[in-house]
């Protein structure tokens, strides 16, 4: 076996060994040490993404001396690696971009410990993008469960954080219950739980009538709680103000990473355990592609009516969660396709836009409230590019990546055909219609002449904010106008994934 | 005061967020806001109390008859023919003892085939404990509560029963770890008890001189140690054994305390993560520090 075929071993085992270690470091040790992991394993993940690409294919990587199917197993193909790659990239310039704030929202003592949730759930991250087992997949849930509740409730001194995170709790509880309970149905229905031999086992339960009611549970079961992770509507309750109190590192990470976590281990279920032929059998497809409909609506419908800036752009993830199921739920290669792509540009840009929003809240005198950050594009112009950037994206201004994003999801829903093209179709451009009511308000607020200007000097952004900021701002621009390699990295991952 | 918080409760979310909100979050901002605040209602739909009562109950009934269809459907319990008595528990069965040297075949399960799965659980308990001291740790300057009062100082039953008992519990403890490849036991079950029995030193001997037993830094010292350890030796053990390298761990002779490979060592990690988590999740609940 060459030594690069290991990557996926290291990235999982690298941040997981060095989570233990980061507690009873310093506070700013420990921050350096965490970047330190991450940016090691970005570089392994971009490397696996060229070996790949030259050496083709898809490999297993066997996780103990006995090999699987009596141990674990990873698997690593072209999307694996470019998801890997974009998970530690972004955990990056958002611990990079939150840094500064993070000191001013922790206290000392508890900075090392926000340091190893990062770490934990950068490792659950990549064990959750390799993994090739279901029971892996719960146990790591798991871990980004917790994290996430941490990474809530870290910010101290806000009662708000702390209503948010039993919230958020109390709705993720109930997923991982619901998770386990469609994994030991399955086990219990195919003796496996390796996705290779679960997908062969899957085929012969759904041509034996007898077992359609458990077979449907269990997709039913597996869809609803990762939906209920990712935040489809209507279970997305906990979203808003899980988004819009926690830290900034926090927002971004929960927003544009944990949450694309669980989308890729739904994609994974459906594309490898549950065929589609299987879903569409069970009327699942259906019921998806409804629901994300639903999401896409109601999600903009409701960030038109936030009077905060962090709130709408929390209810924004809402609806981009909705256009994401609204692709598994197409018929035909392209809907999948489209949504791996959307999650790419979504978790590049909603990572953005919440560090901008922080940005000009600061520069605002701290006022969250929309009516309050008139003119703050001007008191700091880099975040308010950033903001502006970002939000024109979500809308699907060429030259970004939301534009590419929606491109995709049109040209998936007219492959699809059928009554589907109609509504998805209408849904799109409805939606499209919903998002340059929020966005461009929001654009033209913030760059337009505030009534009275503020008394006090806005602060300068950190350099380290300023930094991240940008580069994300580049990765977005560089979604929008180089779209064509990542979607071929997607194509020949989805190829290889079934 | 108990139906001021009731009213809030009936409000629902909206409202119990206003009221922390104002209890505990922001000090009202002294400047006048840039512009005065637009009046404007809120409109949201509200679904009466008892409709939604009655919704909910309907929706959990639904549930729990498909669950139940579903269970009847399922292969039949103890069934031979059952698709879980595959070729993996076969060989679990069968080669288990020789490949990985341990007489209690579930230990070799979880600690061996599945040795990822296990260091994922035993982080699971980690990260739990890491949130708990984000959020209930006593940072410097924050006023320690003052509940000495309310503690069982000087009892004389609890501390005589202790000091008989404590000592039993931590002994089982160690030997239901020690013995976890070779009878039924391991970590987790080993590491409870070990839990339990350091929480009930506590609470006989008070906290102060558990405080210097085991301490935060210790207690730090302690998980990362074991966590560190079992991470790094999965970690030598998945990478020889994925690219068919020699490994110094061999299986041993089964039966004897020192065999089995890494299981026993791996077992006092995994116990000491788990005492340690029940320790401290106990003493920060109840003080806020170890």
Sequence with gaps: MPLWQSIPFASVMLPLAGAAVTAALPPRASRRWAGALMAVVWGLSVGLIVCLLTGGGSFTYPMGHLGAPWGNELRAGPLEALLASLFSGVMLLSLLGGADKLREDLTPGRQPFYSVLLLLTLAALMAQVYTNDLFTAYVFVEIITLCGCGLIAARSGTGKSLSAAARYMVMNLIASALFLLGVILLYDLTGHLLMDPLRGAVQVLAADPARELPLTMVVALLCVSLAIKGALWPFHTWVPDAYSTATPTGAAVLSSLVCKAYLILLLKVLTRVITPEVLAAVQADQVLFLLGIAGMLMGSLHAIHQRELRRMIAWSSVAQVGYIFMGFGLRGGLGMGASVFHMVSHAVCKSMLFLAADALIRASEGHEALRNLRGAGHRAPLAGVCLSAGLLSLVGIPLLGGFVSKLNFVQAAIAAGGIREPIALAALAVSTLLHIFYCVRAVLLIWSQPEQPLTAPAPRIPWRAGLALGALLVLNLALGCLAPPVWTVIQSGLAVIG | ?290
Excluded at chain 2, 197 to 219: D, H, P, Q
Excluded at chain 2, 256 to 279: E, K
Aim: aromatic share 8%.
């Design chain 2, 1 to 290: 005061m108990k139906g001021a918080n009731n009213r809030w409760l009936e409000q629902g979310d909206d409202a119990l967020d206003r009221l922390i909100a104002e209890r505990i979050d922001s000090p009202v901002p002294e400047t006048p806001a840039p512009r005065p605040p637009r009046k404007r209602r809120v409109r949201t739909v509200h679904i009466p109390h008892a409709l939604y009562l009655a919704l909910a109950l309907l929706l959990c009934l639904g549930i729990i008859g498909a669950l139940m269809q579903t269970t009847a459907r399922l292969p039949s319990f103890g069934n031979p023919d059952n698709p879980t008595n595959n070729e993996v528990s076969r060989r679990y069965l069968e080669q288990g003892l020789e490949e990985t040297g341990a007489v209690n075949l579930v230990a070799g399960m979880i600690l061996d085939y599945r040795a990822f799965d296990t260091l994922g659980e035993s982080n699971v308990l980690f990260v739990a404990i890491c949130a708990v001291i984000i959020l209930l740790r006593l940072q410097q300057g924050e006023a320690r509560p003052d509940d000495t009062a309310w503690e069982p100082r000087h009892d004389l039953i609890l501390r005589t029963v202790g000091r008989l008992v404590v000592p039993l519990v931590l002994v089982f403890g160690i030997y239901v770890i020690l013995n976890g490849h070779l009878s039924p036991g391991g970590g987790f079950s080993g590491g409870a008890v070990i839990g339990a029995g350091l929480i009930l030193c506590r609470l006989a001997e008070g906290g102060e001189r558990m405080g210097k037993v085991l301490s935060f830094r210790t207690f730090r010292a302690l998980s990362t140690g074991a966590l560190s350890f079992y991470a790094l030796s999965k970690a030598y053990s998945f990478f020889t054994g994925a690219n068919r390298l020699p490994s110094v761990i061999t299986p041993g002779v089964p039966g004897r305390i020192f065999s089995a490979g890494l299981i026993p060592y791996l077992n006092i990690a995994v116990g000491l993560v788990v005492a340690c988590t029940m320790y401290a999740l106990f003493t920060l609940f109840r003080k806020g520090d170890l």
